[in-house]
């Protein structure tokens, strides 16, 4: 089987310039980012949790992740602005080709009842977004030493001016999207 970017580049490529009818290589949309993110309400009364999320989105990503922080001060929910409320991480190139990889061939099938992806996550602007409800279908995470269950949102940022190109390319690329 081939890896992401190699199949990207020998099928994909050739199949969207046919269907989309694009001349030029560079007009083809293509995965810029992807960026994968943890929100952290819980922070606010436990401090290890920042740290015990940075390990695991970490380990996921291979990629030292940043701690994002609140932006304003939110009363009801006890929120000061600048208090650490999450985890991110931004990743582009090789690594962004590797978690692609990761995500289609090995933890989006090990999702109990998994029957696919609804395609109506994109935003309007050819963007993809996803959340999975817990991190231990990663194959990374032992999940002896996770001190929680967490979700993550993975966001799928295209070059794709419109929806339906973005999702012609992520179907191509492997994507288990479903519906229309």
Known sequence: MLAARERYAKEVLPELGNRL???NVMQLPRI?????????????????????????LATIT???PVVTHARRSIA??????????GVMVTLRGKRMWDF???LVG???PRIRDFRGISGDAFD?????????KEQIVFPEID?????????????????????????LLLRLMGMPLVGE
């Open 76 to 85: 009801a929910f006890k929120l000061r602005a600048g208090m650490p409320i």
């Open 143 to 167: 999940y002896d030493k996770i001190e929680k269950v967490r979700g993550l949102q993975v966001t799928i940022v295209t070059s794709a001016k419109r929806d339906d190109e973005a999702k």
């Open 106 to 108: 090995i933890a989006l």
């Open 32 to 56: 810029q980012k992807i960026v994968v993110s943890i929100g952290l309400g819980e922070a606010i009364q436990n401090a290890r949790a920042i740290e015990s999320a940075e390990r695991d």
């Open 62 to 64: 291979g990629q030292k």
């Open 124 to 132: 309007g602007r050819g963007n993809f977004s996803l959340g999975v």
């Open 21 to 23: 009818g694009y001349q």
């Open 100 to 102: 692609f990889d990761r």
